[in-house]
């Protein structure tokens, strides 16, 4: 009898165990999509790659590239002297729409334009693994790589 109960009790405790598993994946994968791990973060662009080239171009100063992202699928950021902000939606992919922004002259060696360009033509993105996220042109042709630059 004691052997039994024993059986029993173990039978139990594995299938709480699973359960629990089940649940805490579960809840990762609604915050994968939801997307709050990339809101209220300030993520400052660090290179873009073009893969057929194969040509990397490192940012000079991160700092002054940047996106926030919203809860309310809004982002706000930086393009070097320029104030940039616009949408962005997760379904299907992950796209940015560019709104309103400055459009003052930052000097010949900003990256302010090529960088909106970049932002417009964004089809996928999310966390990287690695604690940056990255945003991808279609067909993975050109890799946006960003640096978490700490809380919003």
Avoid: H
């Amino acid at each position: 009898m004691y052997i039994r109960t024993v059986k029993a009790s173990i039978f139990v405790l594995v299938l709480l165990v699973s359960l629990f598993t089940l649940v805490a994946c579960s809840s990762s994968e609604d915050a994968e999509t939801t997307g709050t791990e990339i809101t209220d973060i300030v993520w400052q662009w660090e290179r873009v790659t073009d893969r057929p080239s194969g040509e990397t171009t490192t940012v000079p100063n991160p700092e002054n590239y940047t996106l926030i992202f919203k809860d309310d699928d809004t982002f706000s950021g930086q393009a070097d002297c320029n104030q940039i902000s616009g949408t962005y939606s997760q379904e299907g992919g992950f796209t940015l729409t560019v709104g309103p922004s400055t459009m003052a002259f930052c000097g010949e060696d900003s990256l302010d334009q090529q960088y909106i360009d970049l932002l417009n033509g964004v089809v996928a993105g999310g966390p990287d693994g690695a604690g940056g996220f990255a945003l991808e042109w279609a067909g993975a042709e050109k890799r946006m790589e960003f640096s978490n630059g700490g809380a919003a």
